[in-house]
């Protein structure tokens, strides 16, 4: 069973098949699948934009479907910059000026308020248009300067208390076996 990821990130990818690998023969980008389409994320949730890009991708291939949508969520700032994560800065994928965005709008916040977690909501849609959903939460606080080479995004900015260091500076592997879409992933699994 084929199943394409409603994306053409690499990061995400790999992710993906380490876990979801035994569960279908192939898994593919967009672009190996040789769709070029770009859903409108307009939901009001992380859920929302999941289940429409999954569901867009399935309509279209005739394969199952997955389609993740996750972001930051900043305590001190209401949840913040939430489903637009990846657009904070007012351009979308840049990941310097969403950071350096993030850095200023918190720089006189203290330390005690700087909590945040990382939301990632999941869809597998099926040719026949059922679905199976899943959420995970990754809970760090925001650093004030960035550090670590690994990931990408939030990562540099994202301290992990308990590890003693931020995201990025994880290895890609502890990364992966404990962040929000690893923990969404293993609820997906399980209900697969």
Do not use: W
């Amino acid at each position: 069973m084929k199943l394409i990821l409603a994306s053409n990130n690499a990061h995400k990818l790999v992710e993906i098949k380490a876990i979801l690998g035994d569960v279908f023969e192939e898994i593919v980008t967009l672009r190996e699948a040789g769709i070029d389409h770009e859903t409108v994320e307009d939901g009001q949730t992380f859920l929302d934009n999941a289940r429409k890009k999954a569901r867009e991708i399935a309509e279209i291939s005739g394969c199952c479907a997955l389609a993740d949508d996750s972001g930051l969520c900043v305590d001190a700032l209401d949840g913040a910059p939430g489903i637009y994560s990846a657009r904070y800065s007012g351009v979308h994928g840049d990941d310097a000026a969403n950071n350096r965005k993030l850095l200023e709008v918190l720089r006189d916040v203290p330390d005690e308020q700087r909590g945040a977690h990382f939301t990632c909501a999941i869809a597998l849609v099926r040719p026949d248009g059922s679905e199976v959903t899943a959420e995970g939460y990754f809970y760090g606080v925001i650093a004030h300067g960035e550090s670590g080479r690994n990931g990408f995004g939030y990562d540099p900015l994202f301290f992990l208390p308990e590890y003693g260091c931020t995201s990025a500076e994880l290895s890609p592997e502890e990364k992966n076996r404990i962040s929000h879409r690893s923990q969404a992933l293993h609820k997906l699994l399980a209900q697969l």
